[in-house]
C-alpha cells in the first residue's frame, strides 16, 4: 500500500494546487510502476488499484479515468471538484475552503476555489463514466453533501456499461468517524474481488 501526501500538504514541501494534486497522483503510480521500486517493495505494478476518500476520491477518479492500466477503483464519499466550483456560492462551498487553506501550503481560499473554476467542466467526474467504464468502480457513500454527486457517478457508470460498478450506502459522517471498520472490511472485499477477476 502506497500513501502519498500531496505537494504542500501534511508537511511535504512545495506549494499545493489542484493540478499539483493531480501531478502527484500520477507521479505516485510511476513510483509503483518503475521496476526497481516494484523488485523492492515486491509490489505487482499491472496491478494497482486506487482508494480514495474525498478530494483523494477525485483525484483517484481522475487518474483512474485517464490511466486504462489501473485495474479499479474505490471512491469513499468522493468530492467532485468541478460540479461543486461551477455551482452557485454557498456557505458550506467558502466554509470548506476555508476550513482546508491554512493545512496547505502556498494556496488561499481564493486561489483554490479560482483554480476550480476555471477547471470547471474538465473536473466533473461524472463526466468521466466512459472512461471508467472498463474497470470496476466501487462508489462508497456516507451521509454528507456528496451523495448526490456520488449516486450521479455510479447511475451514469450504469449508463455506460460498467457492469462492475457497485454502490453502498452507510449511515455515518463524511469522516466515517463510527463506521471505520465496517468501511475498512467493504475495502478489503472489494480489493479481495478484483484479485479474483478475470484478466
Known amino acids: 500500500m502506497l500513501i502519498p501526501h500531496y505537494r504542500g ?28 521500486n516494484a523488485k523492492k517493495y515486491r509490489t505487482d505494478s499491472t ?11 477525485f483525484l483517484g477518479l481522475y487518474a483512474t479515468a485517464h490511466d486504462p492500466a489501473i485495474v479499479g477503483m474505490a471512491a469513499i464519499s468522493a468530492w467532485n471538484l468541478g460540479a461543486s466550483a461551477a455551482r452557485p456560492e454557498s456557505p458550506a462551498r467558502t466554509k470548506s475552503f476555508h476550513d482546508a487553506s491554512p493545512r496547505l501550503a502556498g494556496t488561499t481560499p481564493e486561489g483554490m476555489l ?14 468521466w463514466s466512459n472512461d471508467l467504464k ?3 468502480i466501487f462508489v462508497v457513500e456516507s451521509s454528507d453533501g456528496n451523495v448526490p454527486d456520488n449516486h450521479a457517478l455510479f447511475e ?15 449511515e ?19 480489493l479481495d474481488t478484483l484479485s479474483h477477476a478475470p484478466n
Request: proline residues 2%; negative net charge; aromatic residues 8%.
Open 172 to 190: 455515518t459522517d463524511h469522516g466515517y468517524n463510527d463506521h471505520r471498520i465496517a468501511l475498512q472490511t467493504a475495502i478489503l472485499n472489494w
Open 9 to 36: 500538504s501534511w508537511g511535504s514541501a512545495g506549494n499545493f494546487s489542484f493540478s499539483n494534486a493531480i501531478e502527484d497522483t500520477q507521479s505516485a503510480i510511476a513510483f509503483l510502476r518503475n521496476p526497481d
Open 114 to 127: 479560482n483554480e476550480a473554476k476555471q477547471n470547471a467542466t474538465k473536473w466533473n467526474y461524472v463526466d
Open 156 to 170: 451514469a457508470l450504469q449508463k455506460a456499461g460498467d457492469a462492475r460498478a457497485t454502490e453502498i450506502h452507510m
Open 47 to 57: 496491478k494497482i488499484a486506487i482508494v480514495g476518500h474525498s478530494m483523494g476520491g
Open 134 to 136: 472498463s474497470r470496476p
